[in-house]
Antibody
Framework: EVQLVESGGGLVQPGRSLRLSCAAS????????MHWVRQAPGKGLEWVSG????????GYADSVKGRFTISRDNAKNSLYLQMNSLRAEDTALYYC??????????????WGQGTLVTVSS | QSALTQPASVSGSPGQSITISCTGTSSDVGSYNLVSWYQQHPGKAPKLMIYEVSKRPSGVSNRFSGSKSGNTASLTISGLQAEDEADYYCCSYAGSSTNVVFGGGTKLTVL
């Protein structure tokens, strides 16, 4: 059974940093690209970032480019999102999501339950 | 990276059919057959309902179908049931190896 478990969310002041983690199990992690998708309270889904199976291809939404860094450790079956210079508008539930291929795939077939990030003073 | 355009809400009675549209541009929906649709119930993670415009994952009811014409994709739900009441999001590949764009979401109400 595929499982994606996010962690690392919490309350953080504007301008500070936070690192999210996603522990994957139930599939061969290094066969697939992975993504982060967020959802602000009461709002829609917003793609944040994606990384190919071997970290060779990485993309970011314009809203987080230059502030967030995605990475993965295939030996640990883990996905990460380093979030710096956080803003109030980054407040959201952050989902880790698996796609159906190693690179370029954009069908999200499995999602975690999300970790909540709240940016407030 | 502008969001795809969906109607904010649609409604229908049990047994009826509804269609949710998802309008993008020639840089995303219009150029790739990589449109997917997700159902999200309150407090739950999104669930994949349709991928690559019209394919259904195993376990998804055949009451759900997808199509595309030009820059607009559509999700049709036939034989509406109470449990179909949820938010629905479209999603498209947006022209690079990892870039993705979502629609703003449509709230489906089953009357």
């Amino acid at each position: 059974e595929v499982q994606l478990v996010e962690s690392g969310g919490g309350l953080v002041q504007p301008g500070r940093s936070l690192r999210l983690s996603c522990a994957a199990s139930g599939f061969t992690f290094d066969d697939y690209a992975m993504h982060w998708v967020r959802q602000a309270p009461g709002k829609g889904l917003e793609w944040v970032s994606g990384i190919s199976w071997n970290s060779g291809s990485i993309g970011y939404a314009d809203s987080v480019k230059g502030r967030f860094t995605i990475s993965r450790d295939n030996a640990k079956n883990s996905l990460y999102l380093q979030m710096n210079s956080l803003r109030a508008e980054d407040t959201a539930l952050y989902y880790c999501a698996k796609v159906t291929g190693p690179v370029g795939a954009t069908t999200f077939d499995y999602w975690g339950q999300g970790t909540l990030v709240t940016v407030s003073s | 990276q502008s969001a795809l355009t969906q109607p904010a809400s649609v409604s229908g009675s049990p047994g009826q059919s509804i269609t949710i549209s998802c309008t993008g541009t020639s840089s995303d929906v219009g150029s790739y057959n990589l449109v997917s649709w997700y159902q999200q119930h309150p407090g739950k993670a999104p669930k994949l309902m349709i991928y690559e415009v019209s394919k259904r994952p195993s376990g998804v009811s055949n009451r759900f179908s997808g199509s595309k014409s030009g820059n607009t994709a559509s999700l049709t739900i036939s034989g509406l049931q109470a449990e179909d009441e949820a938010d629905y999001y479209c999603c498209s590949y947006a022209g690079s190896s990892t870039n993705v764009v979502f629609g703003g979401g449509t709230k489906l109400t089953v009357l």
